[in-house]
């Protein structure tokens, strides 16, 4: 089996890798601040805004991803207003219209983490830290927002490796990633088992340095582990 | 909207059935189904395996699982549709393919699952039923398996509902199910996208959220009955 690709392939497969990676980025951050919203608006006491964060939540974990991506490659430029679609068509619009869909999806899951994160401490960390005299936005600060994302990380984490994974559906609107390139360059050259094994071990290298990267952060996360480390 | 679901509804519950191959949502169900029924058994084996006395076997199972759990379905659905031809020496229907990936990438996930049912059972049931005289197999059958997998019905029915929508991938090796059945409608009325993937999300939307809705219901009647609530 001849391992090693030529250099224009491996060009390719690593340019797909880049994109891969930099969706998944683009995506996170878009998704974790959408989370974040929608857990505010959904604390309000507005009935409208419970049932709105709720209708978002439950379009998004019924509906496959896959249908998700494709509703925004092919029907959402139709309500777009036309300048934006323009700007769009002009600007890689696969790929845009692509991280949107997988930060909203991913967003409906990541505030459902991070909503029973909260609901897990209990009223009285809450009333204790007012009853001290902190005011409301440090108690949320110091006191419960700390230790709901420590309970909500485990998840949070599970959510980013498969946003990491997902962003492979965004080649069935035909963004050039790493699942792009790697079925295109197994088109050219009929090198089936190198190049998708090749593809499989970087997919592996990024879920496992996430892995990696997660539990780094839930030790930092826990106190305690730290001092036992140097004791 | 209407009617496009009057001219196409046939499409897309059974594709082009009768006078073609079975499709839409029926296809989308039939491998659904069958999916995670083959699953069931290997993610039960899995689960006992990575909770096995040898060492060897809990490494070997864990690192299976984990490479699974470690790729995109998508890169799965792939391997499947290059290497098993390869391997069986006959071309495989893409029905088989999905069926395959989808197989094996529930059965890791399932085994996730009822691991933690079975580690949530206490060791004392474990220690009963040995020192009554029970084999291995007979207490996992007899005792541990019956309250662990009891314990992990919803875990069990939310794989379940996640398979349903992962069967939308089969798009992509073009098998004829649901979204499949969408696309094609799409592109026969080339000019109304917007509405033929709003029947498609709702589509999915009703069937995931009405089965979810349904088996958490069923859940609870069985805990009431049993005496568990």
């Not at chain 1, 994160?117 to 830290?129: D, H, M, N």
């Not at chain 2, 029905?95 to 059965?107: D, H, K, S």
């Not at chain 2, 007899?142 to 919803?154: E, K, M, S, T, W």
């Amino acid at each position: 089996m001849n391992f090693l690709l030529p250099p224009d392939q491996w060009a390719m497969l690593f340019g797909g890798l880049r994109t891969t990676i930099l969706l998944f980025a683009i995506a996170w951050i878009g998704a974790f601040a959408l989370a974040l919203i929608l857990v505010i608006v959904r604390a309000t006491d507005y009935r409208v805004c419970r049932w709105s964060v709720d209708a978002f939540v439950a379009y998004h974990r019924n509906v496959p991803l896959l249908v998700q991506v494709m509703f925004w490659y092919f029907a959402m430029p139709e309500l777009l207003p036309e300048g934006i679609r323009f700007w769009l068509y002009d600007h890689n619009a696969e790929f845009c219209l692509a991280a949107i869909a997988l930060a909203l999806g991913s967003a409906a899951y990541q505030a459902e983490d991070i909503r029973s994160g909260l609901r897990a401490i209990p009223g009285t960390q809450f009333e204790a830290a007012r009853a001290l005299g902190c005011t409301y936005m440090e108690t949320m600060r110091f006191i419960v927002v700390p230790q709901a994302l420590r309970i909500s990380l485990p998840p949070l984490v599970g959510r980013a490796l498969l946003l990491f994974k997902n962003t492979s559906i965004a080649m069935a609107i035909g963004v050039a990633e790493l699942t792009y390139r790697t079925r295109e360059i197994e088109n050219l050259t009929f090198n089936t088992f190198t190049i998708f094994g090749i593809a499989t071990v970087l997919y592996l290298l990024g879920t496992f340095s996430l892995m990696a990267f997660g539990s780094w952060l839930e030790r930092r996360a826990t106190p305690g582990r730290k001092e036992r480390h140097h004791a | 909207m209407l009617e496009i679901i009057q001219d196409y509804w046939l499409t897309f519950l059974i594709g082009q059935y009768p006078n073609g191959p079975l499709g839409g949502l029926a296809m989308t169900i039939i491998v659904a189904v069958l999916s995670i029924l083959m699953s069931f058994p290997i993610a039960v084996a899995f689960a006992m395996a990575r909770l096995s006395a040898f060492g060897w076997l809990r490494a070997a199972s864990a690192g299976l699982v984990n490479l699974v759990r470690g790729i995109p379905l998508l890169m799965l659905i792939f391997w499947c549709y290059f290497v098993i031809p390869i391997m069986t020496g006959y071309a495989v229907s893409g029905f088989w393919t999905l069926v395959c990936a989808l197989t094996i990438y529930e059965a890791a996930y399932l085994s996730e699952v009822i691991r933690a049912g079975m580690a949530s059972v206490p060791k004392g049931q474990t220690e009963a039923a040995r020192s009554l005289g029970g084999g291995y197999f007979l207490t996992m059958r007899g005792v541990i398996l019956p309250q662990a997998l009891f314990n992990v019905l919803p875990g069990i029915t939310s794989q379940f509902i996640s398979t349903i929508k992962e069967t939308s991938l089969g798009y992509v090796i073009a098998v004829n199910e649901l979204t499949f059945a969408a696309n094609q409608v799409n592109n026969l009325l080339l000019t109304q996208p917007l509405q033929v993937f709003t029947i498609l999300a709702a589509i999915y939307f009703i069937l995931c959220f009405v089965l979810s809705r349904g088996l958490s219901r069923l859940e609870t009647s069985i805990r009431r009955k049993r005496g568990l609530l």
